[in-house]
């Protein structure tokens, strides 16, 4: 079975400094997709960003970009430029193709400091 | 809005009671995902429907709980003679084509 694993339960950063989520997985699969989801306090689950397992190009939205290595099974994200509102409940998780199941992993919390 | 809808928000229910969650979904999605969370966890996988057919479910999924969705838009969550070991959030969630899943608020669920 495809598993999730966030080895951080928390971590902090400062204003404006740039931080890295770590998340690693085990798939046996070629075809698959790996999500950063956030989860602000008391709201709803909103996606950061995708990376499509066959695409060698790390994705990028924003302030918002991936390191994706697939050898090591390794799917990292990383904030820069940190705001207050990233404060939240940070989810990663994987979907294998051809399956509608989302796996997620523990999340981790991130908070922002002033 | 056209997100993701549930209701209600907050059901507070006694031990042996059932309960019904709904989900609307964004309109032109036709898949359909429940989740359910506890307490620092990550959401689990219950089951998923495309249109009107429930496609797959979870072990999780015990005989107490049936969901359907009977026109392909909305779906229901029935949880029968509830136990404490059901509170947790149930969250909705629904796509298109392309394996993003949209969330909704969650129905947060208390057993007593």
């Known amino acids: 079975a495809q598993t999730v694993t966030q080895s951080q339960p928390e971590m902090s950063v400062q204003e404006a400094e740039t931080v890295t989520l770590s998340c690693t997985y085990d798939t046996s699969e070629s075809d698959y997709y790996l999500f950063w989801y956030k989860q602000p306090p008391s709201r709803q689950m909103i996606l950061v960003i995708r990376q499509e397992a066959y695409k060698q190009q790390n994705a990028t939205e924003n302030r918002f970009s991936v390191n994706f290595q697939k050898a090591a099974k390794s799917f990292s994200l990383k904030i820069s430029d940190s705001q207050l509102g990233d404060a939240a409940m940070y989810f990663c998780a994987y979907i294998q193709g051809g399956s509608e199941k989302l796996v997620f992993g523990k999340g981790m919390k991130l908070t922002v400091n002033p | 809005d056209t997100g993701v809808s549930q209701n209600p928000r907050h059901k507070i229910t006694k031990r042996g009671q059932n309960v019904t969650f709904r989900c609307d979904p964004i309109s032109e999605h036709n898949r359909l995902y429940w989740y359910r969370q506890t307490l620092g966890q990550g959401p689990e996988f219950l089951t998923y429907?495309?249109?009107?057919?429930?496609?797959?479910k979870s072990r999780l999924l015990s005989d107490r709980f049936s969901a359907e969705r009977p026109k392909g838009s909305f779906s229901t969550l029935e949880i029968q003679r509830t136990e404490q070991g059901d509170s947790a959030m149930y969250l909705c969630?629904?796509?298109?084509?392309?394996?993003?899943?949209?969330f909704g608020p969650g129905t947060r669920l208390t057993v007593t």
């Open positions: 969630a629904s796509s298109f084509l392309d394996h993003e899943q949209y």
């Open positions: 429907f495309q249109n009107e057919a429930q496609l797959e």
